[in-house]
Structures are given as C-alpha cells and as structure tokens.
C-alpha cells in the first residue's frame, strides 16, 4: 500500500507522517504542494506544520496550491485522504470538510497530550472501536473547531464526529469538544491532535495513534 504525504512551505510533520506509515507497514510516497498529481497513490496525508507561514490565515494559501485539485478530485472518487493539524485546517480552508479552525480560545499555544474519542467508523478509523478513548498529543495555536449553530447540527445527526475530546480535555475551546470531522461520505478525515507522533511505544507520545494508519492500511489492502 502506497500513502503519499504532501509537502507544503512550512510543513513540519512530513518527515514524522512518512515515518508513522512506515512504522505501519505501507510505503510512503513524498508529494510535493506542485506535484500536478498525486503518483498512484492509495491514500494521502496532509501533514501538519505551518504552510506559507499561516498568513492570512492557517491554510488559506495552501488550499490553492496545485497539488490541491488533485486531492480533491481523488477524494470525490472515494479516496481515503486524512488532515493532521495544518493538513485539517487546509481541508476546511478547500471546502472539503465542514466548519473552520480558530485561534485558541485561551489565545496561548498548547502542547500536551489529550484523551480523544473515537466516534464514527471511518477508512482512518475503521481498526479503532467506536466509543474507545486514546491518548494523542497536541500542538497548536489555531485550533478551536467552529461552525454556526446549523451546521454544528447537521453533522452532528450526520455522524460526522469522528473524533471529540474525552471530558476535560477540550484544550482549545472547540465547539462540542470536536477534535475532528469527516465530510459525509467519511472518505476524508480531519483532525487536531497528532497521531504520526505516537506510533512508537519507545517515544514519550505513546502508540494512540498507531490504529489510524492500521486502519486506512487494512481498508486498502480489501
């Protein structure tokens, strides 16, 4: 199975997503924000970091960028395509997830880990028990998820929460405790916390990630 991780200006966590497929059994394949298209791949990442140096907003130039059409038509075939952090923020920015990533309601940069609940079976969740709680790192300044009330609504009946912080982990100010969203036909995932940075049980982040690549691995190789 080949996951291709896409590199943007400013992207940090590329290395840390190709290492975490690779640490799962795929192969991964770097992307570049130019590439016209996406090289075959069974599945993309968009990583986290600060693409374009978050001006005007986080992701606002980034889901221009080329290689972007090529995600968004493979994720209108059925593509599985995941978002962490930036790569979420992007997704939102495309129109290719619902709601948007604010600034912290603390307005301060967090970094610590959070219990996160899995709710909806997706291609990056479908190793994962619904219900189950894991333990994820996070890191951002811009990560309070929004939505009008409307909206908020309508995925919510949708089942389109795929991940919700666990009670007193919210570490943003999310709405709902939201942590992450599909669109809805659940091929495209977007999340805030992290879980490239925890696949190996020998690095302090823990393996509360490992499901979700196990996840996209085992429903590619059907």
Not at 11 to 29: M, P
Request: with cysteine.
């Amino acid at each position: 199975m080949r996951i291709g991780v896409v590199t943007f200006p400013g992207s940090l966590d590329d290395r840390d997503a190709l290492t975490a497929v690779a640490t799962c059994g795929a192969e991964g394949i770097p992307l570049w924000h130019a590439d016209p298209d996406l090289r075959g791949v069974d599945a993309v990442i968009l990583p986290g970091g600060f693409s374009y140096g978050d001006y005007l907003r986080a992701g606002a130039i980034a889901h221009r960028a080329r290689v972007m059409e090529a995600v968004a038509a493979f994720a209108e075939d059925g593509g599985p395509v995941l978002g962490i952090c930036n790569g979420f923020q992007i997704l939102c920015e495309a129109r290719l997830l619902p709601g948007a990533l604010l600034r912290n309601q603390a307005l301060r940069f967090v970094c610590r880990p959070a219990g996160v609940t899995v709710e909806r079976s997706t291609p990056w969740t479908r190793a994962v028990e619904v219900g189950s709680t894991h333990r994820l790192p996070v890191k951002h300044g811009e990560g309070r998820y929004h939505a009008d009330a409307e909206t908020l609504d309508r995925i919510e009946a949708a089942g389109q929460v795929v991940f919700r912080y666990a009670p007193g982990h919210n570490p943003n100010g999310s709405a709902r405790d939201i942590a992450g969203v599909s669109n809805e036909a659940g091929n495209v995932v977007g999340l805030m916390p992290h879980p490239e940075h925890a696949v190996d049980p020998q690095l302090s982040g823990g393996t509360g990630g490992r499901p979700v690549f196990d996840s996209v691995r085992q429903v590619v190789a059907v």
